[in-house]
């Protein structure tokens, strides 16, 4: 019997305004993700959340156009305080990654994000 049948497919929201870092998140989320999502600015992010209620895992860049990872993180409690949140912080500086919990982020990664990292992260909220 597969055990993969057991495991849930997760939908996926990248919020990364950087092709590459979009490009390579895709391919490291693909196999645990039913859907993915993407958005190049934190006013976008905002808005997929608001038409698909049901994203299970929003990766937050949190520096980007329009509005940035921390004010779209804000704007989406507001209305959804069960997706997961994982905050991609530049270089992990620790101000970043403190104010990414204190707005509402459930954990954060620096970059650059590592595959195996990342998964592992992503395993404590889902089975995947």
Same mark, same amino acid.
């Given at each position: @019997?597969?055990?993969?049948?057991?495991?849930?497919?997760?939908?996926?929201?990248? !919020?990364?305004?950087?092709?590459?870092?979009?490009?390579? %998140?895709?391919?490291?989320?693909?196999? +645990?993700?039913?859907? +993915?999502?993407?958005?190049?600015? =934190?006013?976008?992010?905002?808005?997929? $959340?608001?038409?698909?209620?049901?994203? *299970? &895992?929003? &990766?937050?860049?949190? #520096? @980007?156009?329009?509005? *940035? /990872?921390?004010?779209?993180?804000?704007?989406? #409690?507001?209305?959804?305080?069960?997706?997961? +949140?994982? !905050?991609?912080?530049?270089? =992990?500086?620790? #101000? *970043? @990654?403190?104010?990414?919990?204190?707005? /509402? $982020?459930?954990?954060?990664?620096?970059?650059?994000? =590592?595959?195996?990292? %990342?998964?592992? @992260?992503? /395993?404590?909220?889902?089975?995947?």
């Amino acid at each position: @019997m597969n055990n993969d049948n057991q495991k849930k497919k997760i939908k996926i929201l990248i !919020a990364e305004d950087e092709e590459f870092s979009n490009i390579y %998140l895709s391919e490291v989320v693909k196999k +645990i993700s039913s859907e +993915i999502f993407h958005a190049k600015s =934190g006013t976008t992010t905002v808005e997929i $959340c608001k038409n698909n209620p049901d994203i *299970d &895992l929003i &990766l937050m860049d949190i #520096r @980007m156009p329009e509005m *940035d /990872g921390y004010e779209a993180t804000l704007e989406i #409690r507001k209305f959804n305080k069960d997706v997961i +949140i994982i !905050a991609q912080t530049a270089y =992990g500086l620790d #101000r *970043d @990654m403190d104010k990414s919990i204190e707005v /509402g $982020c459930n954990n954060y990664i620096a970059k650059p994000i =590592g595959k195996s990292k %990342l998964l592992e @992260m992503i /395993g404590k909220y889902f089975t995947i």
